[in-house]
């Protein structure tokens, strides 16, 4: 069945209504009630003040939970209350990672054009900014990456007094380990690695193994199962699975060389950072992806197949790979003052969730209560496990900053299994 | 002719009479200067210089470079201080045991199935147009040269449309006994090869019609009037005329072809079809691996290079044994 | 073993034919002619097709509508970034096209008639650029424009260098073969009549020259539009993405219909093009002899 152009495109652009409500009108009660819910101890100073001393000899000291690390200044924040400049905004962003709409939205808002362009991958887009040839504003780099960014100077330190709504943030992403007192990076979205699956396609769920991960092992789905574009998920995938979630970060080559043998053990295994597009259309039927990905999966399906053929799955005890972006901003740019006022901008929580609607990942912002997304439905319900809980964020291990000449090693390893 | 022959003037008288009292030596003087054919081939020769050499001394400074503190490449300038080892570590990686060594096997099989492959499409239908299209030349080379204006891209796109699970060619092929249908864009080895000589037979059939154009047609019939039957005829006199464009549509073909990526890219995203130029591409689109992407770089060159030399050996022989 | 032995007598009569000769009719050969054409064409055909359609199907025929070429939203003139890409393409071949032909030209020239030492390397260098794979010299500009080159960086200027750098070969073997056939003596008649050697190379030399040029602004333009590497390697950002950039990052993905649309609208943007080349000369040399048949017969002569 045709459907009329713009219906159509609002097809694209948000996901598509469930039990019988439209989903803007979810989209527009979930921010109602959900700015209700009370923000326990969400005022925490944004510009904490410990002096953690950086040891010398590494070139990056390596942020950890229990090692929290400011990192260097490099440069200097823009001064208060100096005037927006006008456009462009050249944000440089992964493809599709945030709804056209909320980009319109600020458009209009400070009439100004916004230039998108997209990489496909952490590694390319580093490659990128590496040249010099480039001159973006916003950038929107994984936390694993953000201290190799600082010491090579492609960032600048933020001026917070720009950025008011940091405080919709959760406390412990206000103050977030990797970048302490949030001099480079605010978070963006929350996600976990999982599977993601068509059931009309697939005859097995994860549940259906002692270990949800051998669903991608099992020989029976051969030539039907993809894994991520991303040396780090995919590598740590195997880990996972083996049960040792808290060595995602490891240096150790063997452990590494033992991930990429069983990855070589999934058979007819295929690489893509597309499960978005890909699962829904039903060329990957089983896809090791992340969890926002496959909450925007509804809007990409085929005329004709039932939105609750899409599925999610990841570790239920939420102790798998999990972990949030970040945005900042380059220190080449010319337009910083604007550069804040659109990180400003995302954390406000109307524009998260009118992002989320289409994009799929959840902004780790107070007022947006998992517990209500699954409740009112914002999300389809047979997509609930791919919500993140805070709880499971607190629980689940974070791809973390590695040493340079480690992040080599994943790199090498990940080549190797690419090489067939 | 050299630019050191003598002048071609029938008739010496009427030479005198247009060059007035200077004469032939004169005349001599205002043919072009030998300096004149270099200097109009300069401006091609130096864009060719600073844009196709001096990226491959780029290229090498980036393999043999060093790695800064933040394990980003620095290239290295001074060819004194190039790493040598770190550009044979490229050279081993791509023999027997080499992490690169499956991907480099892949490419020289596939390129090798799909330039057989193209040779057995692109020569009859070569052979037609060229001689025996009649009336229909005109038309059928316009066809032929279609493909050139369309997209590659454009063409690959409109494989993938076909070959979805639920695309024409599934349509077409399920009727059929013993055919399943099949998930064609799942990996498959014998789709990329497919996708290898759709995409590049063009530049294939263009030098090969060139070539068979060329060849003398008495010499066929000659050949038939001494009572040699068409098979040997074809073997001995159309195939040898032939053979220096065989030769040049084969390198035209084959070499570029080895540095594709974007033909797996699109029609398999499979480790079991990872090309050689797709562990390039990697390489080079990882900021700390881009020395092994230069150094890989470098083997590709060094491998077309061989097979270059071998097909310009071959082609001067040719032209020898002609004179 | 008397049966075989018939059959393959059989089998070689059918193959002798089409080994065969000017007289017999070439049937086998002109199947095989018409099917690969049918195959190398008909994909085209379906994809053009499925840019009409209805719905979102790009695998099958939907209905008739022009939603994905001027429809709000997903559409081939209604993305920003389609018509920006189509802008860039069309730009960056109409330059590559107006540098790279005279260079070429003149290098074709310089390399027929030049007779000495440097001779034989210059062709080689000329050579080279034809069978090197894209992705060999996409990566090495690259290379060369990020550390070397920083002053031309990456971007529009860049992607014109790499474009040109690859197209001059096109543009000297084209020319070459014409200059073959031409010979030397119409060039010395000129000057046997007084003309400088500039003079017989303009008045004389580059009027016959007249269908290669065409042929060889025709594949320049076209090799520069249909380019993706190149461009990719050295884009800048999103302002300068060419369309088959864009058709590459959609086709990964799971692209509607509105590449389907850009795609064909781009191929008619460069048979329009390739028409007016082809019929410019016609109309400049009303009456007079066709320059433009033998800019096809040139074209296709293309070889090393």
């Known amino acids: 069945m045709a459907r009329h152009p713009r219906e159509r495109r609002s097809a694209l652009w948000t996901p598509r209504p469930y039990g019988g409500l439209d989903r803007r009108e979810f989209l527009r009660r979930t921010a109602m009630t959900a700015l209700a819910v009370p923000t326990a101890g969400g005022l925490l100073a944004a510009c904490g003040g410990d002096d953690d001393p950086k040891p010398a000899g590494s070139a990056i000291e390596l942020a950890r939970p229990d090692n929290p690390v400011r990192l260097p200044t490099k440069g200097s924040a823009i001064a208060d209350d100096l005037p927006i400049e006008s456009g462009p905004l050249k944000i440089y962003n992964w493809q599709d990672y945030a709804n056209p709409e909320m980009l319109e939205k600020f458009e209009a808002e400070f009439d100004v054009k916004i230039e998108w362009t997209s990489f496909s991958g952490m590694d390319e887009a580093i490659q990128k900014l590496g040249t010099g040839a480039v001159d973006f504003d916003v950038f929107f780099p994984t936390i694993d990456r953000l201290a190799t960014l600082v010491a090579q100077e492609h960032l600048q330190p933020l001026n917070l007094n720009y950025i008011p709504n940091l405080k919709n943030v959760w406390p412990e992403l206000q103050d977030p380990f990797y970048d302490k007192g949030s001099q480079y990076s605010i978070p963006y979205v929350l996600w976990s690695d999982g599977i993601g699956w068509r059931a009309d396609l697939v005859d097995k769920t994860p549940d259906d193994y002692d270990n949800g991960w051998d669903m991608l092992w099992d020989p029976a789905f051969e030539g039907k199962v993809w894994v991520i574009d991303d040396d780090r998920d995919t590598l740590a995938l195997p880990i996972v699975r083996m049960g040792r979630v808290e060595d995602v970060n490891t240096d150790d080559r063997a452990l590494l060389e033992q991930s990429l043998e069983a990855l070589r053990e999934i058979r007819g295994v295929q690489i893509s950072a597309e499960a978005y597009q890909k699962v829904p259309e039903g060329s990957s039927p089983i896809h090791h992806a992340w969890s926002g990905d496959m909450l925007s999966a509804p809007g990409y399906l085929p005329d004709g197949v039932d939105a609750t053929t899409l599925r999610f799955w990841d570790q239920p005890d939420g102790r798998g790979v999990i972990g949030s972006d970040a945005v900042s901003i380059m220190a080449g740019s010319k337009r910083p003052v604007l550069a804040h006022a659109f990180l400003n901008f995302i954390l406000d929580t109307d524009n998260a969730l009118l992002n989320m609607a289409w994009n799929g990942y959840q902004a780790p912002l107070n007022a947006i209560d998992a517990d209500r997304l699954i409740a009112d439905e914002f999300f389809p319900k047979n997509l609930s496990a791919a919500v993140v809980q805070q709880s499971d964020f607190d629980a689940g291990n974070q791809l973390m900053q590695l040493a340079p000449t480690v992040e080599k090693l994943w790199d090498d390893i990940f080549r190797e299994f690419k090489a067939g | 002719m050299t630019a050191l022959d003598p002048p071609r003037v029938t008739n010496p008288a009427q030479a005198t009479f247009r060059f007035g009292r200077r004469g032939i030596a004169e005349w001599r003087a205002a043919r072009p200067p030998r300096a004149l054919w270099p200097f109009l081939a300069s401006p091609g020769v130096l864009w060719l210089c600073a844009f196709f050499v001096v990226p491959f001394y780029a290229v090498l400074a980036m393999a043999g470079g060093t790695l800064d503190e933040f394990a980003t490449p620095i290239p290295e300038w001074n060819p004194v201080a190039w790493n040598g080892e770190q550009i044979l570590d490229a050279f081993r990686s791509v023999l027997p045991g080499g992490t690169n060594w499956n991907p480099m096997r892949r490419t020289v099989v596939y390129v090798v199935i799909a330039l057989a492959l193209c040779f057995v499409i692109a020569y009859p239908v070569a052979y037609y147009v060229a001689r025996k299209a009649g009336r229909n030349k005109g038309l059928l080379l316009l066809l032929l040269l279609a493909p050139f204006w369309i997209n590659y891209l454009m063409r690959m796109l409109a494989w993938i449309n076909l070959l979805q699970t639920d695309g024409y060619v599934n349509d077409v092929l399920d009727p059929l006994p013993f055919v399943d249908p099949s998930e064609w864009l799942s990996g498959r080895s014998s789709t990329l090869i497919l996708g290898l000589v759709y995409g590049y037979i063009p530049f294939l059939l263009l030098p090969l019609y060139a070539a068979l154009d060329r060849i003398d047609g008495r010499l066929i019939e000659a050949s038939r009037d001494l009572g040699i039957g068409p098979f040997r005829t074809f073997c001995q006199v159309t195939l040898p005329a032939s053979r220096q464009g065989l030769l040049a549509a084969g390198a035209i073909t084959a070499l570029p072809m080895f540095g594709d990526y974007y033909t797996q890219d699109l029609l398999s995203r499979s480790p079991r079809t990872q090309m050689l130029g797709n562990q390039i591409e990697d390489a080079l689109q990882q900021g700390a691996s881009k020395q092994l992407g230069a150094g890989l770089v470098i083997v590709l060159s060094t491998f077309l290079t061989v097979l270059m030399a071998y097909y310009l050996w071959s082609t001067n022989r040719a032209a020898q044994e002609v004179r | ?304």
Do not use: C
Not at chain 3, 171 to 179: D, P
Not at chain 3, 191 to 217: E, K
């Open chain 3, 1 to 304: 073993m008397n049966t075989p032995a018939v059959a393959t007598r059989a089998e070689r009569r059918s193959l002798s034919d089409w080994f065969a000769d000017p007289f017999r009719r070439p049937r086998f050969l002109a199947t095989v002619t018409w099917v690969y054409l049918a195959w190398s064409l008909l994909p085209l055909l379906v994809s053009i097709r499925i840019s009409f359609n209805e719905g979102r199907s790009r695998s099958s025929f939907q209905g008739w509508s022009l939603d994905w070429w001027t429809g709000p939203g997903d559409s081939a003139l209604h993305n920003p970034d389609l018509a920006n890409a189509m802008k860039n393409s069309l730009t960056l071949g109409l330059f590559t096209t107006l540098i790279a032909t005279p260079i070429g030209v003149a290098l074709a020239i310089g390399l027929a008639r030049w007779r000495g030492y440097g001779r034989r390397p210059a062709n080689l260098l000329m050579l080279v650029p034809l069978v090197t794979p894209e992705l060999v010299m996409g990566s090495a500009l690259l290379l060369v424009f990020t550390t070397m080159f920083t002053s031309i960086g990456l971007g529009r200027d860049a992607q014109l260098i790499g474009h040109v750098t690859f197209t001059i070969s096109y543009v000297v073997v084209i020319t070459r073969g014409r200059l073959f056939t031409i010979g030397r003596d119409v060039e010395e008649a000129a000057q046997d009549l007084g003309a400088t050697p500039m003079q017989a190379i303009r008045t004389v030399l580059l009027p016959l020259l007249g269908p290669a040029i065409f042929a060889s602004l025709m594949i320049t333009f076209a090799t520069s539009i249909d380019d993706f590497v190149i461009s990719s390697w050295l884009s800048q950002d999103i302002k300068t993405e060419t369309v088959p950039m864009r058709i590459y990052q959609s086709a990964r993905k799971a692209p509607t219909p509105s590449i389907n649309a850009m795609a064909t609208m781009m191929m008619l943007i460069t048979f329009v093009a390739i028409a007016l080349a082809m019929w410019i000369p016609r109309w400049l040399h009303r009456g007079g002899n066709s320059g433009s048949d033998s800019a096809v017969q040139d074209f296709a002569a293309l070889d090393l």
